[in-house]
């Protein structure tokens, strides 16, 4: 909320300095206003704005998603490299002894589900921690898009006080004027 604040002021700003120098002038102060926002210059600044928000967007998400393709990776190449050591061990150790062997292979089997299990919750939390940091770098991007906006409106609105500026010094400077045009009382 308290990042709308410039805009809400500046949008009262320009309500009060438009109804004090009347419709004729507020239409002045739109009409500038619309020329400065569809300038090739503002046009550019948010064609460049977007098309850097859409680049980087898709690039976050792919280098996001690749990771976590490559960590699951990983992990299920590593849960099968320790399936297939456990399940020699257990060979070799049945081998020696028929009893040591029944042992050792209901040990073994235990140990994989239990490091099966271990790594399938690792998995799953990497891919909800990949998850979070994608969305954060979603919300981030948002935050700079808004961000980028809102220094636009500033920008749009300095401006508008330079024009402002401008047209209450040629009122002072020219305040006679109006009563030698001609069909002005």
Do not use: C
């Amino acid at each position: 909320m308290s990042s709308r604040i410039p805009l809400y002021v500046g949008l009262a700003v320009g309500y009060v300095l438009g109804a004090r120098a009347g419709r004729k002038r507020y239409e002045q102060i739109v009409a500038t206003a619309d020329r400065l926002w569809e300038s090739p210059g503002m046009q550019k600044a948010r064609d460049n704005l977007t098309a850097f928000a859409r680049r980087q967007g898709p690039v976050l998400r792919a280098r996001a998603e690749a990771t976590a393709q490559d960590v699951a990776s990983n992990v299920a190449h590593v849960a099968k490299d320790v399936a297939g050591n456990v399940s020699h061990v257990a060979k070799d150790v049945a081998d020696k002894t028929s009893s040591a062997a029944k042992d050792v292979a209901d040990r073994t089997a235990t140990t994989a589900k239990d490091v099966a299990g271990k790594v399938s919750g690792t998995a799953g939390d990497v891919k909800d921690r990949v998850t979070s940091t994608a969305s954060d770098l979603r919300e981030r991007g948002e935050d700079v898009r808004d961000r980028v906006v809102l220094k636009a409106s500033e920008a749009r609105d300095n401006a508008l006080e330079v024009i402002d500026d401008d047209d209450e010094d040629d009122d002072l400077s020219g305040a006679d004027d109006d009563a030698t045009r001609p069909g002005i009382a």
